[in-house]
């Protein structure tokens, strides 16, 4: 009996001990997660982020010691997260955006926890979160959701992509009014990459604007419009997030948790969607008779949203790769008077693809691309860019040579060479010709006179007051301000006189 006894103890003893390491795995988990938050936390200023970065190592401090007081408990594994974490820190504080090409992805699959390197705007805990898993779970994966998927991996793989990058950058503006209000950040991204790939400046031709596309009245409810110096508040990512985020808690309070029919009140009207949920007492969207009553473009919306959502969370098991950008955030100050134009032309590529034109109009989507923005004036910008700037933009070649180019006046490059006659050909027509080598007049040679900076410009057909401002130097807003002209369209008509006010020239 003793011989008996003695394996089953054993047994249980490795149980227990096995039992305790697998506690101290996860503890350590745990702690890497809360880590790398607070590492996004430092990146964005937030003074808590250093205070529960300690923390967190402390704790990682203390399983590496009771781990090593626990026989067959290997350290190694728990080490080399640690140092892991320790490289990241280094990394965040000397600028450096981490490569690894084992793993290029942002967000994990869902079902382990990250263990590679990814940069600090990447919030891969944050993705992770109970929201999101309650997402998962609250969502159907029909065979509709799988043909959104099939479609976003197929035709629209570029789309989506872009859509990712876009995101990155506006992170910081738009995810916390998810999360203040419980919402799942994917929902947002894949209303935000199906309604406009990320795009601020979006609108369509029934007159929604921004980058989640609020109508006029419904923006208005939710304080977006018009701010009284010229700009909509549609258009700005981290107001129109907390619109979204509000417009729908509100859905959530009329429908339930039934996401879909959130989904469908956001493209179609929620007083459709109320009406349906109401008469049906309720039931899912996809029963045949909730599902009859929406268009099409509802149908197709709904599951393109949560087939854009499920690949923001699950991108590994669908072979997707989404490129890392550093997407840390910065701001500059103009040393002189520049145009989104300029800054995109003299910054360059600095390692992407793309340039920062994108970038740049999504994080300061109050200035149009071609207006004067005066110096002194604040723009958002990342770290990165932040430091291509007082590299390329502020003096030197480049940043003069970006300015010619935005300056430059097509109408200036036609040019006539001699007198101009006119000459009566053999069929009694008469054309202008001009006399090469003939004798100009003698006021033909005086040099012209040097002209006098303009005070007035009369509109020619075709031209925009943005390229007007553009060939004055004026400040866009300035110029239209002092003519009466209307934001956000800027509207001028053929022979219209405009008064250069606010122009450098």
């Not at 009771?66 to 350290?75: A, D, N, P, Q, Y």
């Not at 891969?124 to 998927?149: C, Y």
């Not at 990320?198 to 604007?209: E, K, T």
Request: glycine content about 8%; some cysteine.
């Amino acid at each position: 009996m003793l011989l008996a006894t003695l394996p089953a103890t054993a047994q249980a003893q490795s149980r227990r001990t096995q039992a305790a390491i697998d506690a101290l795995n996860q503890r350590m988990a745990a702690a890497e997660t809360r880590y790398r938050e607070a590492l996004v936390k430092i990146g964005n200023s937030d003074p808590s982020g250093v205070e529960e970065s300690n923390a967190a190592l402390e704790d990682m401090e203390d399983v590496i010691v009771e781990c090593g007081r626990i026989k067959g408990c290997g350290t190694g594994n728990l080490l080399a997260g640690y140092k892991r974490l320790l490289k990241a820190q280094a990394d965040a504080a000397a600028g450096v955006l981490v490569d690894d090409e084992s793993d290029t992805t942002l967000v994990d699959d869902g079902v382990d926890l990250p263990t590679g390197e990814v940069p600090q705007s990447a919030s891969a805990a944050a993705l992770l979160a109970a929201e999101d898993q309650r997402f998962l779970k609250a969502v159907q994966m029909n065979p509709a959701v799988q043909a959104g998927i099939r479609r976003w991996l197929t035709d629209m793989r570029v789309s989506l992509i872009t859509s990712h990058e876009n995101y990155q950058y506006m992170q910081h503006m738009m995810s916390p009014a998810f999360k203040r209000r419980g919402l799942p950040e994917a929902l947002l991204f894949g209303i935000l990459a199906k309604e406009s790939n990320g795009r601020v400046h979006a609108r369509s031709r029934a007159g929604a604007a921004g980058p989640l596309q609020f109508m006029p009245a419904t923006g208005h409810r939710f304080g977006l419009g018009p701010d009284g110096r010229g700009f909509d508040t549609r258009y700005d990512p981290r107001a129109s997030a907390d619109a979204a985020a509000s417009y729908l808690s509100e859905r959530y309070a009329e429908l339930g948790n039934n996401i879909e029919l959130w989904l469908a009140a956001y493209n179609g009207g929620e007083g459709r969607a109320r009406r349906v949920y109401n008469q049906t007492g309720g039931r899912s969207f996809w029963d045949a008779d909730v599902y009859g009553q929406f268009p099409p473009e509802t149908k197709d919306y709904v599951p393109m949203v949560i087939a854009a959502a499920w690949l923001y969370l699950h991108p590994k098991e669908y072979g997707l790769t989404f490129p890392k950008v550093d997407a840390r955030p910065a701001t500059i100050q103009l040393q002189r008077p520049a145009s989104i134009y300029e800054l995109t032309i003299c910054l360059g590529n600095g390692g992407t693809r793309d340039g920062y034109m994108r970038v740049l109009r999504n994080l300061n989507p109050q200035y149009e691309a071609e207006a004067w923005i005066p110096a002194g004036t604040r723009l958002n910008t990342t770290v990165r860019m932040a430091s291509l700037y007082e590299r390329w933009c502020t003096r030197g070649a480049r940043a003069d040579l970006a300015k010619q180019l935005v300056n430059s006046d097509p109408a200036t490059a036609i040019v006539r060479v001699g007198d101009v006659e006119n000459v009566t050909l053999p069929d009694g027509s008469v054309v202008q010709q001009v006399v090469v080598g003939a004798p100009s007049s003698p006021a033909a040679r005086a040099p012209a006179p040097k002209p006098a900076a303009a005070r007035s410009h009369r509109v020619a057909r075709g031209e925009t007051l943005v390229e007007i401002a553009r060939r004055y130097q004026c400040d866009t807003k300035v110029l239209a301000s002092a003519n009466g002209i209307k934001a956000p369209r800027y509207m001028v008509r053929q022979g219209q006189q405009l008064k250069l006010q606010g122009c450098g020239r």
